[in-house]
């Protein structure tokens, strides 16, 4: 389960996104934190949707460290009606995506991340993750997500092997998926939004004797650094950046998940490429070449 409060509100105060998009994000970053809680892997997981509708791109992220960021990138200059379904915003015409992105933190150079993609379906962020656990992970998965201005919200209820595993020192109960599909499904949004984790278990679960393993809190985190963007600009090369500076006298890069804005001279661009060079022939030693 996943209660947000400060995290989340501190994605929407970085951004002034419309009702329908902030509540579709919302879910997002909260199905992000349950997902990246239950695995055992350090680094990053990434849920990414592609949209076809007025979102073209959601991004929401948490590490290991239940550090968290999202953020949405909208077609221009359409009109968001406040009625607006997660059909309408992401899968218009049904070409939208849900990719899944596991990026371990030490990853070696030139190692990919894991990435895992399906198509969009249902009516909802829940729908798309639990058709994405189904086709990718195999795993009967129900989520409950919920979201608002100030509290993101989720319950993921997921099926353990019945041979091994976790639940080895419990008998293997044949009806209870179908028992807490059940009481999970009579969750409102209004009571889902406004109980804490450990009220709505007992609420939800009193008659099956839950254990609580852990309790952890989780932060809004950006991985943004002003290195990480200059390494983005020497990959738009020299002739970009010349371009962009004889127009500007600095190149200004905002970052789309916290705002940071990082400015670059034209002396910081060409100091980028100088040191990239160093650092390639540190890098790979070459053999000296003869002119
Ligand atoms: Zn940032």
């Known amino acids: 389960m996943v209660h947000l409060s400060k995290a989340w509100q501190q994605v929407v105060n970085n951004n002034d996104y419309p009702k329908p998009v902030q509540r579709v994000l919302g879910e997002l970053v909260a199905a992000s934190a349950m997902l990246s809680a239950s695995l055992k892997f350090e680094g990053s997981l990434i849920i990414q949707i592609q949209g076809d509708g007025p979102i073209r791109l959601l991004v929401a992220e948490c590490n290991s460290r239940l550090g968290l960021r999202a953020t949405v990138k909208l077609l221009e200059g359409t009109d968001i009606p406040e009625d607006a379904c997660f059909k309408d915003l992401v899968n218009a015409t049904g070409k939208g995506i849900c990719a899944i992105i596991l990026d371990p933190r030490n990853r070696l150079p030139g190692q990919a991340p894991y990435q895992g993609i399906v198509p969009l379906s249902g009516t909802s962020v829940a729908d798309s993750l639990e058709a994405y656990m189904h086709s990718s992970e ?43 599909k059940a009481l999970i499904n009579t969750l409102q949004a209004e009571e889902h939004l406004t109980t804490d984790t450990d009220e709505l278990a007992k609420r939800l679960f009193w008659e099956e004797d839950p254990d609580g393993l852990a309790e952890r809190q989780a932060h809004f985190e950006c991985s943004c650094s002003r290195e990480k963007v200059g390494r983005m600009l020497v990959t738009l090369g020299q002739a970009e950046l010349n371009e962009a500076l004889s127009e500007n006298p600095t190149v200004e890069i905002q970052c789309d998940f916290c705002n940071a804005n990082y400015s670059f001279t034209r002396a910081d661009c060409e100091a980028l490429f100088t040191e990239t060079s160093h650092e390639d022939a540190s890098q790979n030693p070459q053999p000296p070449t003869l002119h």
């Open 138 to 180: 195999q795993l009967e998965t129900r989520l409950i997500l919920n979201s608002n201005s100030t509290t993101a919200a989720g319950v993921m209820l997921q099926q353990m092997p019945q041979h091994g595993g976790v639940v080895s020192n419990k008998e293997f109960d044949a009806d209870g998926w179908d028992r807490l």
